[in-house]
Structure formats: C-alpha cells, structure tokens
C-alpha cells in the first residue's frame, strides 16, 4: 500500500518558512524523521519529490511547485501516475481558522476558504486527509498579507512543536494504517 503526502506551500526563497508553507515545513520534518533524502524535482508531476517508506508502507510526500493556488494540478498527476487512492492522499495545510499551533485532522469535508484545498478539490474530489495546522490570524492585516508572513520568534517555536507532533502522528497512523480524525 502506497501513501501520498502532501505539503502545500509556495516555492521559492522568498517564501520560506511563511505561514502559509507550513505544509513544506511538515514534509521537510517528515523527510527528515524518515530518513527520505533531498526533494527532487519530478517535471511530471510539477512538484519535488522524495521517497520514504514508513514502517512497511510506501511513502511519496509532495511539495506542488505550482504555487498554492493550483497546488491540485500537482497533487493529481502525482496520484496518478504513482497509482495512489485518495484515501491514502493526505493533504497537509496552515488554516488561518485555528489558533496557532492547534492541528485537525480530519477526512473529506471543504476547503474552508483556503484555495490551495479548494485547487486540490477541484482536481482530485473530496476524499482525501485534511491535515490543518492553525497559523492564527491578524485582522490589522489582509489575509493575503498575513498568510506569507514570517512567524515570529515565539511563533516559531510553536509552530514547530505542531510540526514535530503531526509528522509524529502520521508516522505512528500510517505504520499502523489508522488514519483518524483528531483535534489537538
């Protein structure tokens, strides 16, 4: 059995360590924990890629080079083409919804206003597990704005505290093939 995990995020420099790549920031830990190596880039499926295998399952965890806003397009052809269900296709995301460093998991459901799920709907349906790490939120600042901020330093550690738990829970879930919803 084969897994797709997915970050979504923004590519580039500039967008580093934003509140809005928090999934990028989830498949760098994961990588790390598993042991995956480096992202290559795979032009096939728009993204970078690495492999990992968790417990005795296959891994292929996702950073969509497309941009947020059609984060699907990538999330498809990598299903496709690795031949992945979408019910072990996880979808990892900030959500501006829940407070900083709060994480849902849950299956199917809506985009909630956050268009990198709404492109990933959109490309692949509903079926697939939601992982949403909450950034907080500003209302001083438009939510465009907002998102592609940097997290402050005491941000930081809490948003990394999320990011180890998560990539903790979907290596505990997966090994086991135990997926559940969960608020934390």
């Known amino acids: 059995m084969k897994y797709l995990i997915v970050g979504l995020g ?4 500039e967008y580093e360590n934003s509140r809005h790549n928090v999934g990028f920031m989830v498949l760098d830990n994961l990588a790390k924990k598993l042991e995956a190596g480096e992202f290559v880039g795979e032009k096939r499926v728009n993204g ?3 492999k990992a295998k968790v417990g005795e399952r296959d891994a292929i965890l996702l950073k969509p080079q497309t941009y947020m806003n059609l984060s699907g397009e ?7 083409y690795y031949k992945i269900e979408s019910e072990n296709t996880i979808v990892v995301s900030d959500d501006v919804n829940l407070e900083l460093g709060q994480v849902r998991i849950r299956f199917s459901g809506e985009a909630g206003g956050h268009k990198g ?8 349906g ?3 597990w939601r992982v949403r790490i909450g950034i907080g939120q500003n209302s001083d600042i438009p939510m465009e704005d907002f998102v592609l901020q940097k997290f402050t330093p005491e ?3 809490l948003i990394e ?6 990539s903790s829970i979907l290596i505990e879930s997966i090994t086991q ?4 919803n969960i608020t934390l």
């Open 177 to 180: 093939d135990k997926l559940e």
């Open 155 to 157: 941000e930081q550690k």
């Open 117 to 124: 799920l709404s492109s990933v709907i959109g490309s692949a």
């Open 48 to 50: 970078e890629i690495a």
């Open 10 to 13: 923004n590519p580039g420099p």
């Open 126 to 128: 509903q079926d697939f």
């Open 161 to 166: 505290e999320a990011i180890d738990k998560v």
């Open 74 to 80: 990538a999330l498809k052809s990598t299903s496709d």
